[in-house]
């Protein structure tokens, strides 16, 4: 079974597949995850095996612990390319996520200008008036979308509570192109289901729906550590390149990762 689970809050810099030089930003609790997805290839485990027993960091927590951190760097390197909010869970669930956004922000102004700061969200937090605002205030607004239909997000993406795809299609476009849509693409089986979202079934109707949202970029993923669900596999480079192609096809910009 999967057991990454990050320190908290402030954890790296490791090197992101997609960001490059990335110092994380962990807003959950050090000892476990919380999350309002629970997907079944979460390198972080099934939600119920890892329920947290420490508190959440406080935002001053963050803010000194964040400052030390880079200070430490500015002196020692190495230079980030980017501050990742990510970790154990979905981020925006912090009570303080819009004042960290903010204390964040001014930390990189300090310290590392050119650095970039990304969130990466399931989007289910996005109704929220103070967590939309900000997001729009990062460089990088990364916000998951694995598919558009419903029967495979209740078997794949497992949300805790309610989710409406639909409706979270909307909001995305109130972002205005100011978002990063993220999907993950793979094949296998669960609990005794294909769950492979390369087919033009399930890419068609997604682009469809990314279409409208219109974002900077979409990222297109796939499987890289161990998951939860063993029978999970890979998408193919081929397959992720078809799917890439048919992105660019529709005049949006794309990066894969393999």
């Known amino acids: 079974m999967s057991t990454v689970i990050y320190p908290s809050p402030i954890f790296g810099p490791v090197h992101s597949r997609r960001l490059g030089v990335s ?14 997805f629970d997907c079944v290839y979460c390198e972080c485990g099934f939600n119920k095996d890892f329920r947290p027993r420490k508190p959440l960091p406080t935002r001053e927590e963050v803010r000194v612990a964040l400052e030390e951190r880079l200070k430490d760097m500015s002196e020692n390197g190495p230079v980030p390319d980017v501050l990742t909010f990510a970790g154990n869970g979905e981020p925006t669930l912090h009570p303080h996520f819009p004042e960290i956004i903010e204390d964040t922000r001014a930390l990189r102004d300090r310290y590392f200008p050119k650095a970039k700061i990304s969130v990466l969200s399931n989007a289910t937090q996005i109704f929220r008036p103070e967590v939309f605002e900000a997001l729009g205030k990062v460089d990088n607004n990364i916000l998951k979308l694995d598919t558009v239909d419903g ?30 849509i993220q999907t993950m693409f793979m094949k296998g089986m669960s609990d005794g289901v294909d769950v492979d979202n390369t ?60």
């Open 23 to 36: 110092l994380g930003i962990n807003l959950l609790p050090e000892d476990g995850k919380w999350c309002t």
């Open 151 to 180: 029967d495979y997000i209740s078997r794949v993406d497992r949300p805790t509570g309610r989710y409406e795809v639909g409706r979270v299609v909307e909001r995305l476009k109130d972002f205005r192109g100011k978002v990063i």
């Open 199 to 258: 087919s033009d079934r399930f890419v068609e109707p997604w682009l469809r729906a990314v279409k409208k949202i219109a974002p900077s970029q979409v990222m297109i993923y796939t499987i890289d550590r161990e998951t939860p669900d063993h029978e999970l596999r890979k998408a193919t480079h081929e397959e992720l390149d078809r799917i890439a192609g048919r992105i660019r096809q529709e005049g949006l910009e794309v990066s894969v990762s393999y």
